[in-house]
């Protein structure tokens, strides 16, 4: 026992030996005491900043170019259209998602859609266009956000507006009724999170765990430091494990499902559709195709949504104005609080509305690429291959140079033309949703359901804040999509005629 406990001491010191080694001369660690780099090391930017945002779009906003370099992390970051323009689209096969990206995230996201290049990633591309993009997909969408609001939203907001003083966290609620309808339109399973009690998923809570872990690896300043930890199982890499395991185990579980009534029974969700292409074997890749998914419609329509209330909250202008639009395309009243998709489509206010949320708290906050071949961007930065290459559509919200000198204010008016339509901006310049090659699939879909829960809320209730310290800059949660720490504590009050 005691030689087999020497020989993993001994195993485990040479690795992390060779490991060191391996990243001082052949990665060439990096350490850099420039301003910016040493401001990162030594965290001294959170005496000025609640968000590591905020900072990154300090510095975009005082460089002449909109572009900055983070030498220990090997990272260039740009919030120039220009540069936006040429890693999307002039130069988009120069800059993958790669190899350092696809490992960070490789363990909860696999061979999926977002951590996935080349062949596999244009497979899954044209397939999930076809889908979301398709008639019946769509109606199947708008059926289960439906059920959803008349179901479960509006009796939980009603429940909480029937006792004077009750405070809830209205992100939490946006996360439990996006995972439902997700989890349904993906899966054909219903986790039933938005009911009350509020119950706890084991799903919802592995996905949030495995997502906020994941994204924190890419702020290590060496990967040597997430990696050992994994090998050893300690610390977050253990949890990482453990909540991953947790997904796979239930994704599989519902993958075997649909393998035995997939064949007798016509079903509409996501992954049926998937099964029909995808070779019967590799569940594996199911899975990793699924997970993107949730991840995908789950996160960032929260993260959308808090964003939207926390700024209509602050504006009741802008809240009277849609109530006024909602009167005018649905009929006054408070009893109809689902839209058809054609009523939504002449709601053009709340659609400038949800985009000029999204200009100020986009669901994403940046988006990483890795150089393939040295290159030159727009702008005149050199970038040395395998740099990693950020583009930063919250810091981009925030550039006077893209929106004018108003750019701070909630401005839903600047998206509309002179006839009162909505105008949308060129995506390079409002990369909310991407562009290019990589522009979201399912936007579409995205929009449809954050318009159908602000319809639902504005149309039945008044939100207002809870707790003094709302007013305070939004402060987010290390993730993939944007979590504001601490929720969204509202109180609700239910519209009277």
Not at 29 to 41: D, G
Not at 47 to 58: C, E, G, R, T
Not at 305 to 331: A, C, Q, Y
Request: aromatic letters at 12%; glycine letters at 6%.
């Amino acid at each position: 026992m005691i030689l087999i406990i020497s020989f993993i001491i001994v195993s485990i010191s040479f690795f992390f030996i060779f490991s060191l080694f391996h990243t001082i001369f052949n990665q060439k660690l990096r350490y850099c005491n420039c301003e910016i780099c040493h401001a990162y090391l030594t965290s001294s930017w959170r005496k000025d900043f609640v968000n590591l945002s905020d900072w990154y779009a300090h510095l975009l906003r005082r460089s002449p170019t909109s572009t900055i370099k983070v030498h220990v992390l090997n990272s260039v970051i740009t919030a120039n259209p220009s540069n936006v323009e040429h890693i999307l689209k002039t130069r988009f096969h120069n800059y993958p998602k790669g190899k350092q990206f696809s490992v960070i995230l490789g363990d909860l996201l696999g061979r999926g859609i977002f951590n996935s290049d080349g062949d596999t990633w244009r497979f899954q591309r044209k397939l999930a266009s076809l889908e979301l993009g398709s008639v019946s997909v769509r109606v199947f969408a708008h059926a289960i956000v439906r059920t959803e609001i008349e179901t479960r939203l509006i009796p939980v907001l009603t429940s909480f507006s029937s006792e004077p003083g009750s405070v809830l966290d209205l992100q939490d609620v946006f996360r439990r009724f996006s995972f439902d309808t997700i989890s349904k339109l993906s899966f054909g399973f219903d986790p039933d999170c938005l009911r009350l009690p509020f119950p706890t998923s084991e799903f919802a809570v592995a996905f949030d765990t495995a997502s906020t872990l994941s994204a924190k690896r890419a702020l290590a300043p060496s990967p040597l430091l997430w990696k050992i930890k994994r090998v050893l199982r300690i610390g977050s890499e253990k949890q990482l494990k453990e909540s991953i395991d947790v997904i796979n185990r239930l994704a599989g579980d519902l993958i075997k499902h649909r393998r035995l009534t997939g064949l007798t029974e016509k079903n509409n969700d996501l992954i049926s559709r998937f099964m029909a292409v995808v070779a019967e074997e590799d569940d594996e890749y199911l899975r990793d195709i699924v997970v993107s998914f949730l991840l995908a419609g789950r996160d960032t329509v929260a993260a959308g949504s808090t964003g939207f209330f926390w700024l209509l909250i602050h504006h009741p202008k802008v809240e009277n104005r849609i109530r006024e639009e909602l009167d005018r395309v649905m009929g006054p009243g408070f009893e109809s609080v689902t839209a058809s998709c054609d009523e939504m489509r002449d709601m053009d206010y709340l659609h400038a509305a949800l985009y000029e949320s999204m200009r100020l708290y986009p669901p994403v906050q940046f988006d990483s690429k890795f150089a393939l071949n040295d290159d030159v961007l727009s702008d005149g930065t050199f970038v040395k291959r395998g740099t990693r290459v950020t583009y930063h559509p919250y810091a981009m919200g925030r550039m006077g140079r893209i929106w004018g000198p108003d750019y701070q204010e909630f401005k839903p008016e600047r998206w509309l033309n002179n006839e009162g339509k909505f105008r949308p901006e060129n995506p390079v310049k409002y990369p909310v949703f991407q562009a290019g090659a990589r522009v979201c699939v399912g936007k579409e879909m995205a929009i449809m359901e954050m318009k159908s829960i602000a319809v639902a809320i504005i149309r039945r209730f008044k939100i207002r804040a809870a707790g003094l310290g709302f007013t305070e800059t939004l402060r987010f949660m290390p993730g993939l999509t944007a979590t504001v720490n601490g929720g969204l504590p509202v109180l609700i009050q239910e519209m009277r005629t």
